[in-house]
Structure formats: structure tokens, C-alpha cells
């Protein structure tokens, strides 16, 4: 299955085959989350979406090694007019030391991602441990004749970069199209070229996080921590880099500019971006102050929140939509989300309860290539989800008798749910182990052997009405031909 996976190249803009550089050892680099404050739901989006990647690789057998860096210095886009250091602003106003900040968010941030249930990256790389490796890197762009100094910054000079290797290619867009969208350079300036960005920014007296430099004390640039760091783990030319689709134009663009310039080769083979999550339409955004905190949605504490909703309620949602397309947050939606994922949680335990026939009823060898099919798909988990339903209701039709699963058909089913929807998807139960459900399955237990006691002495009424009972608090039993089942309706 190895060989079949297609993805979609953002550089191309075509869906490729997977061919790695180096097929010994995959590298995945995603740009992580900037730690001055909580992730919002729309930043779990993106990193949701790339954990499902890691998975299904890791499942297909790649050795992969993933890097997801934390942004925890500096965060300015442009050169140094543009906003403060947001670590030192936010350290300000909570009080705290810039690397309380950090720590803070950091911590916060693990939290979450344990909460989706992703795994963690093999090398969770910070910005300010990598403050030589970003300075020899501006060293070696300087002296290839790409950047310049003044008064202690050091910017990027895009144009001549544009004239040997082309500059906005990950955005399709040619450099007088860019010039033409940014503002004229005023006296103020003091870098050359409109689109030239800062690679080391010169300290100001109030500047907290500050580094030495050949330049004089001061903090790196974004950029130039993803190029440092992806380089340094992953090497020269690796495989896929990821991030949100608003990095595209500016952060990547910037990435490649850098690391070309550098090393003059192509830093990445497959460019990969996660389309956005939106409340209403509009991006959710730490800015727009329409961000979810991840907290206040498993709460319900919120005033667009009509209830709280569980992790994997949420996982699921996000896995119900491609990663390229936009997905739009909605109470129906989540809700919706939420009784999917239980109805594929009790298929599961369904099948364990499934007695095998000497027939077989499905065609287990298609309903596998299907699920690889959609994968392979440019990771087309919805598809795959679908694929799922379908199963779901043939496990259904199974537990009623209407069609029969031979113990092959059990065993092989049993594999592609643990493959696609705990392996791949990334989905787990959230019921089982609490001491509450442990209780109610004993409790139930208790309940069937007593209404089958009173079956026996042949007093249906009784054991009618207990059945009736059970069903107005959503329990249904269901009487097979080897027992009594029971299950909540969801
Ligand atoms: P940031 O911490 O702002 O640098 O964002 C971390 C990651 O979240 C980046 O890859 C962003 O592209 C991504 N991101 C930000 N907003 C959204 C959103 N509304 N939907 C999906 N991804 C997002
Ligand atoms: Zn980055």
C-alpha cells in the first residue's frame, strides 16, 4: 500500500505519488504553536489534521521522524517597525518572566494534544534553544550575498534573490505582482526593498528576550527558526512540510527563500497546508477574538456553546472534513459529530459480541481497499469515514440476524476497525475504562440474569415491562437466539 499513497502538493499544485527522498526515514516537519498563549480550536485543527498524516504513515510502515517546532521568541513577520516581541508584551501584562510565558503555554498546549489523543512529534524543537544554528544560518545567507546589516537587523534582500532562483513560487505569484501589493518604503525605513524581511532583529533598550549576535544584541526572525531548525534535523532537502494555509504566502514563502538561498537547493519536496476553521465564515483566529479554547469547549463554557463536548466528539469532527477544506463550527455539526463517533464505538464493541456462522456475508477484501483507497486519496478521511458507516451498519444488520459473519469475517473486521479508527484516525474510547461504566456494565449484567430467571418461570409481563422500563431511560434489549444484549441508544 506503500507505493500507492497520493498526496497534494502545494508547490505543484497537483496531487503527487509519495515518493520519499530518502525511504529509510521520512521527514515530516509541521510548524507548531507560537506559546504566548492558549491554541485556539482553529490552531488544534491543523495540528489534528497533521497528526492523522504522521498515523497513516507510521500505519503503511514508514520509519518517520516528525518534527514540530515551538515558537517561543520573537513571532514577528515583518521587520522590526511592525508590533513588539508578543512574549515580552504578554510577559507584561501577566506579570510573569518571558520563559514563564513559555512554560505557561507550553504545558497548556501538551495538555490539548493529549487530549485529541495525538502523538507526540519524535523532536519538539524551541526557537530559543536554536539560537546558534538561526545565527549561522543568517551568517551563510549574508555571505551569499542575500541579506544585509543595518543598524544591528539584518534583512533578506528578496530582489536579488528573485533574480536567480523565483521568489513566491509556493503561492504562484510572480515578484512585480507581490511589489505592486505592498506599501511604498518611507523615509523611516531603513531596508532596501519593499519585500525584504528582517532575519535578526536588533534589540530595542525594553526588549526583553535578547541573544548576542555578530550583529549586536538582538532575537531572530520567524522564518528563520523553521529553516534552522527543519534543516538541522531533517537535512537540506526532506519530505513533507505542513502548516496552516495562512503560512503559505509569507512564513513558507519566507522558509524556502532562506533555505534556497542558503544551501541552494529546494528545502522540501511535498509543501502540505490545512485548510482553516471557521466560526460563522470567518477564520477562527487568535485576533479575531472568535477562538474557542479547547478548555471552553469541553466545558460548554462558552456563550456560542449550547453544551460541553468531548475530545473525541471533536476529533471526529475534524476528521468528518478533508484536511484542504474549510470546515465551519456549529452546535448541529458537533453534535452530529458526537453521535457518528458513538456509532462507531458501539459497532465496535458489537462485533465482540457477534456469534460466528459457517457463512460468510460481506466482502471484507473490498471493504479493506476501500478504507486504503481513501486514504491514499491525499488522506481523504471523510471517505474513509463513510466507509466506516457502511461497515457499521453491515456489523448492525449482523447483531440482528440479518446477515451472517463467518469467525474470518469477525477476525478481519476486528483488524480494520483497530487499523482505521484507533491506528488511523487517531479515535479512542472514552467510556470504558471509568469506574462508572465498569459499574453499569455489572449492574446490567445483574439485570439480565434476574429478567432471565423471570423468563424462565414463564412470567413474561414481568420481564416485558422490564425491558419497556429499561428502554424509556434509553437502554435497549435485544433477545438473540444465544441471550439477551443490551446497548444505550445514542
Ligand atoms: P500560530 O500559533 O498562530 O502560529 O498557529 C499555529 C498553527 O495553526 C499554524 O499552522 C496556523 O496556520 C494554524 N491555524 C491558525 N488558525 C487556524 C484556523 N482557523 N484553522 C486551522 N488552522 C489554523
Ligand atoms: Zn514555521
Given at each position: 500500500?506503500?507505493?500507492?499513497?497520493?498526496?497534494?502538493?502545494?508547490?505543484?499544485?497537483?496531487?503527487?505519488?509519495?515518493?520519499?527522498?530518502?525511504p529509510?526515514?521520512?521527514?515530516?516537519?509541521?510548524?507548531?504553536?507560537?506559546?504566548?498563549?492558549?491554541?485556539?480550536?482553529?490552531?488544534?485543527?491543523?495540528?489534528?489534521?497533521?497528526?492523522?498524516?504522521?498515523?497513516?504513515?507510521?500505519?503503511?510502515?514508514?520509519?518517520?521522524?516528525?518534527?514540530?517546532?515551538?515558537?517561543d521568541?520573537?513571532?514577528?513577520?515583518?521587520?522590526?517597525?511592525e508590533?513588539?516581541?508578543?512574549?515580552?508584551?504578554?510577559?507584561?501584562?501577566?506579570?510573569?518572566?518571558?520563559?514563564?510565558?513559555?512554560?505557561?503555554?507550553?504545558?497548556?498546549?501538551?495538555?490539548?494534544?493529549?487530549?485529541?489523543?495525538?502523538?507526540?512529534?519524535?523532536?519538539e524543537?524551541?526557537?530559543?534553544?536554536h539560537?546558534?544554528?538561526?545565527?549561522?544560518?543568517?551568517?551563510?545567507?549574508i555571505?551569499?550575498?542575500?541579506a544585509?546589516?543595518?543598524?544591528?537587523?539584518?534583512?533578506f534582500?528578496?530582489?536579488?534573490?528573485?533574480?536567480?532562483f523565483?521568489?513566491?513560487?509556493?503561492?504562484?505569484?510572480?515578484?512585480?505582482d507581490?511589489?505592486e501589493?505592498?506599501r511604498?518604503?518611507?523615509?523611516?525605513?531603513?531596508?532596501?526593498?519593499?519585500?525584504?524581511?528582517?532575519?535578526?532583529?536588533?534589540?530595542?533598550p525594553?526588549?526583553?528576550?535578547?541573544?548576542?549576535?555578530?550583529?549586536?544584541?538582538?532575537?531572530?526572525?520567524?522564518?528563520i527558526?523553521?529553516?534552522?531548525?527543519?534543516?538541522?534535523?531533517?537535512?537540506?532537502?526532506?519530505?513533507?512540510?505542513?502548516?496552516g494555509?495562512?503560512?503559505?504566502?509569507?512564513?513558507?514563502?519566507n522558509?524556502?527563500?532562506?533555505?534556497?538561498?542558503?544551501?541552494?537547493?529546494?528545502?522540501?519536496?511535498?509543501?502540505?497546508?490545512?485548510?482553516?476553521?471557521?466560526?460563522?465564515?470567518?477564520?477562527?483566529?487568535?485576533?479575531?477574538?472568535?477562538?474557542?479554547?479547547?478548555?471552553?469547549?469541553?466545558?460548554?463554557?462558552?456563550?456560542?456553546?449550547?453544551?460541553?463536548?468531548?475530545?473525541?466528539?471533536?476529533?471526529?469532527?475534524?476528521?468528518?472534513?478533508?484536511?484542504?477544506?474549510?470546515?465551519?463550527?456549529?452546535?448541529?455539526?458537533?453534535?452530529?459529530?458526537?453521535?457518528?463517533?458513538a456509532?462507531?464505538?458501539?459497532?465496535?464493541?458489537?462485533?465482540?459480541?457477534?456469534?460466528?456462522?459457517?457463512?460468510?456475508g460481506?466482502?471484507?477484501?473490498?471493504?479493506i481497499?476501500?478504507?486504503?483507497?481513501?486514504?491514499?486519496?491525499?488522506?481523504?478521511s471523510?471517505?474513509?469515514?463513510?466507509?466506516?458507516?457502511?461497515?457499521?451498519?453491515?456489523?448492525?444488520s449482523?447483531?440482528?440476524?440479518?446477515i451472517?459473519?463467518?469467525?474470518?469475517?469477525?477476525?478481519?473486521?476486528?483488524?480494520?476497525?483497530?487499523?482505521?479508527?484507533?491506528?488511523?484516525?487517531?479515535?479512542?474510547?472514552?467510556?470504558?475504562?471509568?469506574?462508572?461504566?465498569?459499574?453499569?456494565?455489572?449492574?446490567?449484567?445483574?439485570?439480565?440474569?434476574i429478567?432471565?430467571?423471570?423468563?424462565?418461570?414463564?412470567?413474561?409481563?414481568?420481564?416485558?415491562?422490564?425491558?419497556?422500563?429499561?428502554?424509556?431511560?434509553?437502554?435497549?434489549?435485544?433477545?438473540?437466539?444465544?441471550g439477551?444484549t443490551?446497548?444505550?441508544?445514542?
Amino acid at each position: 500500500m506503500q507505493n500507492q499513497l497520493t498526496l497534494f502538493n502545494t508547490l505543484s499544485r497537483t496531487k503527487e505519488k509519495f515518493e520519499p527522498v530518502n525511504p529509510g526515514l521520512v521527514g515530516l516537519y509541521v510548524c507548531g504553536p507560537t506559546v504566548y498563549s492558549d491554541v485556539h480550536l482553529g490552531n488544534c485543527r491543523t495540528f489534528i489534521s497533521f497528526d492523522l498524516i504522521y498515523r497513516y504513515l507510521l500505519h503503511l510502515g514508514f520509519k518517520v521522524r516528525y518534527v514540530r517546532n515551538i515558537t517561543d521568541a520573537g513571532h514577528l513577520e515583518g521587520d522590526r517597525d511592525e508590533g513588539d516581541d508578543k512574549f515580552a508584551k504578554k510577559a507584561k501584562l501577566e506579570q510573569l518572566e518571558p520563559m514563564e510565558i513559555v512554560q505557561k503555554y507550553t504545558l497548556g498546549f501538551h495538555d490539548v494534544m493529549q487530549a485529541f489523543n495525538t502523538l507526540p512529534p519524535s523532536i519538539e524543537p524551541t526557537a530559543t534553544g536554536h539560537i546558534c544554528e538561526q545565527i549561522e544560518m543568517i551568517k551563510e545567507i549574508i555571505s551569499k550575498g542575500y541579506a544585509y546589516e543595518i543598524n544591528g537587523t539584518v534583512y533578506f534582500d528578496v530582489e536579488k534573490y528573485n533574480k536567480e532562483f523565483p521568489y513566491g513560487q509556493l503561492t504562484n505569484r510572480k515578484l512585480e505582482d507581490l511589489l505592486e501589493g505592498t506599501r511604498e518604503l518611507s523615509g523611516q525605513d531603513e531596508k532596501r526593498g519593499r519585500l525584504d524581511f528582517a532575519l535578526w532583529i536588533g534589540a530595542k533598550p525594553e526588549t526583553l528576550m535578547r541573544w548576542p549576535s555578530p550583529w549586536g544584541w538582538g532575537f531572530p526572525g520567524w522564518h528563520i527558526e523553521c529553516s534552522a531548525m527543519s534543516s538541522k534535523y531533517l537535512g537540506n532537502t526532506f519530505d513533507i512540510h505542513g502548516g496552516g494555509m495562512d503560512l503559505q504566502a509569507t512564513h513558507h514563502t519566507n522558509e524556502i527563500a532562506q533555505s534556497q538561498a542558503c544551501n541552494h537547493k529546494s528545502p522540501v519536496k511535498y509543501w502540505m497546508h490545512t485548510n482553516m476553521l471557521t466560526v460563522n465564515g470567518v477564520r477562527m483566529s487568535k485576533t479575531a477574538g472568535n477562538g474557542f479554547l479547547p478548555g471552553e469547549l469541553f466545558t460548554g463554557n462558552h456563550p456560542l456553546l449550547e453544551k460541553g463536548y468531548s475530545p473525541m466528539g471533536v476529533r471526529f469532527f475534524m476528521m468528518q472534513s478533508h484536511y484542504r477544506s474549510t470546515l465551519d463550527f456549529s452546535n448541529e455539526a458537533l453534535q452530529a459529530s458526537e453521535k457518528g463517533y458513538a456509532r462507531l464505538m458501539t459497532a465496535i464493541k458489537t462485533l465482540e459480541k457477534i456469534k460466528p456462522s459457517s457463512n460468510s456475508g460481506i466482502f471484507l477484501n473490498e471493504r479493506i481497499k476501500a478504507c486504503y483507497d481513501a486514504m491514499n486519496d491525499d488522506f481523504n478521511s471523510p471517505v474513509l469515514i463513510a466507509e466506516l458507516f457502511e461497515i457499521t451498519r453491515e456489523i448492525n444488520s449482523a447483531n440482528d440476524g440479518k446477515i451472517s459473519f463467518s469467525e474470518s469475517d469477525i477476525k478481519g473486521l476486528k483488524k480494520l476497525m483497530h487499523n482505521f479508527v484507533f491506528d488511523v484516525l487517531g479515535l479512542k474510547s472514552e467510556s470504558s475504562n471509568t469506574s462508572k461504566d465498569k459499574a453499569l456494565q455489572g449492574v446490567m449484567e445483574i439485570i439480565l440474569e434476574i429478567r432471565k430467571e423471570i423468563k424462565t418461570k414463564k412470567d413474561f409481563a414481568s420481564s416485558d415491562k422490564l425491558r419497556d422500563d429499561l428502554k424509556k431511560i434509553n437502554i435497549t434489549i435485544k433477545d438473540t437466539k444465544d441471550g439477551a444484549t443490551w446497548s444505550i441508544e445514542e
